[in-house]
């Protein structure tokens, strides 16, 4: 229940007044850079026992429009989302490269910055990455409405045909993001996380989608219910190829590195899509792993989402004390933005973190550009023919690889905000994997080369000579079989760069230069 004391009203109301007055003189610890520290936090709103109003959609959900009697001013704050809707940017545009890399994949057609979550039943069905082709897994994390559809008729129902199930659902009430998602229809019970965990004020959270608890299990215990909450959608995940059911791939925070999850799919032989028409690669598309990215950073510990995108207010005219749903950056909000100041000081937070951004950003696209020419430089060795099936089959895979780690980071959408240092790990690994496969399949191209210059060489040059560059071809020839095909006891993308690859290299150069000094 919002929170209604007088007293503390007056009390809170006072405080306020105060910050104001010493913000505004500058007496604030006599740093530079000044915040309007909120007196307020999580611990003055109080959620109550509630009587669940009756739901109006079809289903049985009850919708925020049915819970706005009980929490005017949560929902009012919920609806606040339909305010974001400028700030979409078209990443295809902003970064062309991405069309390369998701050739053949929807996301070649139409890829854009989400907006709020009051627009995510209309923007899921206005994509170009929808159609009637489609599935109606697509639904999972745009409607609460959905979720209730598979608990109601079962795995198969992501299987179902995405427009017949979207126009159903609206038809019956169905709503965007909203209460459901997050709260179920009873605010104060606990579902799927460890109640000796958390307070009173965190027991209203629940997982709603049933692939969550699914996956994790108790391993979900583990996880903040303010992180998982959100992260129920904020996360990578795959759809099944034989039921298509929305899953995680994994199944504890410790699976939940880009590496292991790599591991994972390879494990079960996974992919999203081919490149039939250029490299062949069977690929993988991540989707959002804020909430993976997250668990690995510095504030996994101490911050939760709600911490740092859900303010806690007071509305002006009745001084009610509660939670903002509006999902707003920290870096718009004064608040929020003193709660960093309690650990980075006077610190410029939003210099800081754009700071971070810059160099993601930058660095995404060198990387990304990077990828893209090696796509190319392999599309072309594909339609060369001049490769064997296993050398292109080895390039085909340090592709995959060093795709998924640079998408790992390019999709999650803190731009680095959340984990830095994970996010130029990823770009890191991405960039080691081109360079491996990019000698890797210059030294291919070099042998072809050498092998051309020795037949053309035969009867022009003396045999001694020809028998000498045959045998460093040969001998080239198996350092590079040991290299390609990971003969090494070290990882593949390291074998790549390792001795085996240099030795062949030198014995092409040695013979090279013995058939033009003849």
Known sequence: MEKRNQAAKLIIGAVVVIIAVLALAGIVAGRDIVYKASPLS?????????????????DGTISANDWAAVYPHIVESLHMTSEY????????????YLKELYAQYGFAKDYKSARGHEYTMLDVIETLRTGENSFA??????????????????????????????????ANGGENVSCYTCHGNTPNVWHAVDPEKADSKTTNLTVTHTYVSKALGDNAKAIDPGVLACGQCHIEYYFDPTTGETSMPYHSVEEMTPEAIYAYYQSIGFSDWTQTDSTGAKLLKVQHPEMETYLYGKHAGTLSCADCHMPVVQDANDLTIYHSHSLVSPLDNEALLASCAECHGDTDMVAFVHNIQDRVTAEEKRVGNKLAAFRQVLTDAVQAGMLSDAVLDDLREVYREAQWFF?????????????????????????????AGTEELNAANDLITLGQAIDQANGKVDVSVIAEARGMLEEAQKFFDLCYAGASDTPRHAALSSQYLKNAQSLIKQATQKLAAK
């Not at 400028?86 to 990443?91: N, V």
């Open 42 to 58: 999580r611990e003055d709103v109080t959620y109550g026992e509630a009587e669940a109003p009756a739901a109006t959609s079809a």
């Open 85 to 96: 809707t400028d700030a979409q940017e078209d990443y295809l545009e902003v970064d062309p």
């Open 407 to 435: 998408d790992f980071c390019y999709v999650e959408n803190s731009e680095g905000a959340h984990n830095s240092d994970l996010s130029m790990h990823c770009l890191e690994v991405a960039e080691a994997l081109v360079n």
């Open 137 to 170: 897994s697509c639904l999972t994390c745009k409607t609460p409405n959905f979720t209730k559809y598979v608990e109601e008729n079962g795995v198969a129902a992501y299987k179902e045909n995405f427009l017949k199930v979207h126009a159903k659902l609206m």
